[in-house]
C-alpha cells in the first residue's frame, strides 16, 4: 500500500546556475541557461533598433579589448623598469656593504691603544 522510498537521483552534469531572482529555486544548469538566453535572443532581435544596439555594443567591447591590450602593455614595460630599478638598488647596496667591510677591515687608527683595543671591544 505504501511506495518504497526512492533513491536520491544523481545531480545533474554540469554547474548548477543561481537565477539571481529571489525567491525563486530553480535547478538549471549551463544547458538550460544557454536555451533561456538563445530564446532571449530571438525575441529581442525581433525588436526595433536591436541590430543598431548590438553593432555598438560590439563596438564597445572592441574598445575595451584594445584598452586592455594597451593596459597590458604598458604593465610589462612598468614591470621591466621595476627589475632594472631593483636590480640597481640590490646593486648599490651590495656596493654600500663591500665599502662598509673594507673601512672596518683597514681599522682606525687612534693614538691611544687602550681606546683602540676598547673600540675593538666594543665592535663585536
Do not use: C, W
Not at 7 to 16: E, F, N, T, V
Not at 103 to 124: C, D, F, I, K
Amino acid at each position: 500500500m505504501f511506495f518504497q522510498p526512492r533513491k536520491p537521483s544523481p545531480p545533474p552534469k554540469g554547474m548548477p546556475v543561481g537565477t539571481g531572482i529571489p525567491g525563486i529555486n530553480l535547478s538549471l544548469d549551463v544547458n538550460h541557461v544557454q536555451v533561456l538566453g538563445t530564446l532571449l535572443m530571438m525575441g529581442l532581435s525581433r525588436q526595433p533598433g536591436f541590430k543598431e544596439q548590438m553593432e555598438e555594443f560590439m563596438l564597445f567591447m572592441q574598445r575595451m579589448q584594445e584598452a586592455a591590450e594597451t593596459i597590458s602593455v604598458q604593465m610589462e614595460n612598468v614591470y621591466q623598469e621595476y627589475a632594472k630599478v631593483k636590480a640597481k638598488a640590490v646593486k648599490t647596496n651590495q656596493e654600500n656593504v663591500q665599502q662598509k667591510a673594507g673601512r672596518r677591515q683597514e681599522g682606525l687608527t687612534y693614538v691611544n691603544p687602550l681606546l683602540q683595543h676598547l673600540l675593538r671591544l666594543m665592535s663585536y
